[in-house]
């Protein structure tokens, strides 16, 4: 299941038209703006955090202190988060990024409250300014896609 989640997040990355539906959203606070599938509701869009969600996938963005970090930075941070969010880290492997502007190192997770949701924590450092973001994505299995699509569209503007 793993494999399989990870290589349709790894194609939708670098194959980043979505041809269906979406909106794309802007982080004001940090200038950021990604392209989420459509009808996501924003529940908070403040300087701490970016929450949004619909039926099918949550995502949640957080300033992150550090605008440099190595992998084994990253999976650190990553074991705080998927405590936070209930994931289980012990299958997995942490995998690298490139948005629009921007590149990173996210990690896909099994829920332990439910094994047919799955969670990606990804970190993102911006290219022309000197901003971090962690990105956490609650999700299912066919929302792979999405997922890959949004990490690809991360843009700092």
Known sequence: MMKKFFLTVICALTAFSFGLAQDTYKWE???????????????????????????????????????????????????????????????SKSRKFKGTNCEGIFVVAISKQDSSRLGIIALATSSVSKVCVAVMMLLTEEQAENAGRILGSLTFE
Do not use: C, H, W
């Open 29 to 91: 606070q940090y200038q950021l703006s990604f392209t989420v599938p459509e009808n996501m509701e924003v529940l908070e869009n403040t300087q701490e955090t970016f929450r949004a969600e619909n039926e099918n996938i949550g995502i949640g963005l957080v300033p992150y202190e550090y605008n440099e970090f190595s992998e084994e930075d990253a999976m650190n941070v990553f074991k705080t988060m998927a405590e936070n969010l209930q994931l289980d880290l012990s299958n």
